[in-house]
């Protein structure tokens, strides 16, 4: 079964350095998005992306993040400057097909990727 | 999307069918009733949703009550790979949204 991968499971970064999460979604999805999971908390949207251009983003996402489809097949959440909050499990996820209401997709997701700023 | 009010856990014993509650009294016409659930040190993942009519598929059944103000997700035969956060969420077909709202869920626990 296709299924969402993201790398590194774990990445370790000092405060104040530049991260970058990498994920494969599934081949033929056209939609991207990425959550994030703050140790005993909720999962919190961050931005979906379609159609090489974002969406719709939360508050959370600001100046400090980005999201890039270098290459038709991996779509990357960068972190300019990392601060200690930014701690958390960051999940990528996956959905769509051609028609029909992107709200309703089912949406795959990655295993994570563990971020620990320190 | 409209909130969703779930039990913060429940407990089962292995291959004794569960009953997993989610009400949703503000639901609009257009809500969709989605569940998904998120295995220890996992991704959430999809397991099933609908509008109106009961729903079946090889993971769960969705019971979805006749004013639509609140549904169920049966397990037929919980397991221990059960043992997982479930979440109930609300996705408006015409709001246009693609995220997903977590809210915090209903940790089932599955005996042995």
């Known amino acids: 079964e296709p299924e969402v991968t993201q790398t590194p499971s774990h990445q370790v970064t000092q405060m104040g350095q530049e991260v970058i999460l990498r994920c494969v979604p599934i081949?033929?999805?056209?939609?991207f998005y990425w959550y994030r999971q703050i140790l005993g908390q909720k999962v919190e949207f961050l931005v979906s992306f379609y159609n090489n251009e974002i969406s719709e983003k939360s508050e959370i996402f600001d100046d400090q993040f980005s999201v890039e489809r270098p290459d038709g097949s991996n779509f990357t959440l960068k972190i300019r400057s990392t601060k200690l909050e930014d701690s958390a499990m960051y999940f990528c996820a996956s959905s769509g097909r051609a028609s029909g209401s992107p709200s309703l997709f089912v949406q795959y997701f990655g295993a994570g990727t563990r971020l620990s700023v320190l | 999307d409209a909130k969703t009010t779930q039990p913060n856990s429940m407990e089962s014993n292995e291959e004794e069918p569960v009953h997993l509650p989610c009400n949703h009294s503000t639901i609009s016409g257009t809500d969709y009733i989605h569940w998904y659930r998120q295995l220890p040190s996992q991704g959430p993942e999809y397991v099933i949703h609908?509008?109106?009519s009961n729903v079946n598929n090889r993971m769960a059944s969705l019971a979805i009550a006749e004013d639509r103000k609140s549904s169920t997700l049966i397990l037929h035969r919980a397991t221990l790979r059960d043992a997982a956060v479930y979440y109930c969420i609300l996705r408006d077909a015409q709001g246009g949204s693609e995220k997903l709202v977590f809210g915090k869920g209903t940790k089932l626990t599955v005996n042995p």
């Open positions: 609908g509008l109106t």
């Open positions: 081949s033929n999805h056209l939609y």
